[in-house]
């Protein structure tokens, strides 16, 4: 295949991913909408069965130490919290995206998962270092759903990881993502825009999805988020927590500090903060006894 | 078949068991220093994330390995009780370190793998134990395991495949 018809096959590929559920679309509507409640999230929760299992088992599992069964979807997500019931309905929902394995990246199965929860905690934290007001629970929700596009592309960039870290050595292309284009015609952060506006996903997910490695590009409105994500990406990139073949090898664009004000201790207390939420969280998702294939 | 010790982030190990493997995964910024004291067989590995510890007091207590000016001192104090050299532990010591990545186009605040790397040094230094050979920088997560019997470094990354140090 010619790089057009890569791209025809990748954008096909997008439209045959299987929408979220109505449930799901919702809770991300949600969590980006200054003013609710968790009434409002246990209201969506309780009338899609399949999530409902998910958040019990979760809250029931070894990792919650609860001494007594938890029955009620009510009294779960109060105990979970908005960004973990978000966390866990992503997980089911695209599922088949987050948790296989990524042979276009060299990747693991899960590491995907891991990268964007990573991503997604970094983002909560910087939120709360933006010059003017982000939502912490919609930063949250972005670093989830970032790389989303990764979990489609994979399929169409196998065999190519070597090749890339060569080029990239070689100063062909200025980040991965550029070398993504180079051989689709388009790159993860694309096509997960593209997916995100298939399954209907809110504004500004689609902005935060498509800009993540070129914040400069979006709406000057949704900067300050977007910029959160870029840097929540590559905050957890540094703790080890990237996806496979393309860890670190993106941009920084300096530009954030218009929008983000960070100095080298707050970003090392941004560091420690996100290990220590990771590993809280993590222990949810994978239970302690399971060695994690990265570190922290 | 050989057993693995992993470490995590923050966190230290030191072995004199030859059948013993110390190993740290997808390094990023931080840095793994590798003390292999030759005399008594006895290696340790730290898994540094961060320059100074001033941010955190609370950390050091549980974590001191998470910084470079806690975690050296840290380590090398179980060092010296494990290895129980007969002289001073940096005779007959030989230190590598691995890892310190950043992104692409970093700035002086994002340089943490950069500034990790020169922290470890200025305290490594005058212990006498600055490193002999160093595997850091570049935009690659590193994966570290050594082999306590042999001494023997290995690292590896996601498109790079394995190589020695
Ligand atoms: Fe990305
Ligand atoms: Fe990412």
Redo the contacts between chains.
Sequence with gaps: MNRQEKEIAVRQAIKNVPLISSAVARLLELSGESEHGIAEIVNIVKYDAVLTAQILKVVNSAAFARKAEVYSIDHAVSLLGEDMVVGIAMSEAAGLLFDKKLEG???EAGSLWRHDLKTAIAAKIIAGHARTEVNGDLAFTCGLLHDLGKGVVSDFLKKT??K??QA?EQKKF??YAAAERAILGLDHAEAGYELSLNWNLPAPLPQAIRFHHQPALADEALKPLVYTIHLAD?VA??????T??D??????D?AYESYIA????E???V??GV?QEYSKVAGVFWGKEE?????? | MAKTK?V???EFAVSKDPEEVIK???????VAVIFLHKPTRTVGLI?V????SS??PE?VRDRPG?FADTGIHAILQKMAAIAMPPGSLAQGMVVKIAGG??????????N??K?NVLALKKILWPLGMGPVTEDVGG???RTVSVSVGTGKIVLSS???GEWEI
């Design positions: 990246y060299a990747a990881p070597q890339i870290q990239m200025p980040d590559i990139m540094m703790s080890g927590v990237g496979g073949s860890a670190l090898q993106y941009l920084l300096t960070l100095s080298s201790d970003l090392a207390a560091m420690l290990e060695e994690a294939p990265e570190c922290a | 992993i995590g982030v923050g740290t995964f997808a390094l990023g910024s931080c898994h994330a961060l320059p100074e941010i955190s950390i998470y990545a950043n992104v692409m186009d970093t700035n002086n605040t994002f943490i793998g500034r935009n690659i997560s996601p498109t790079k």
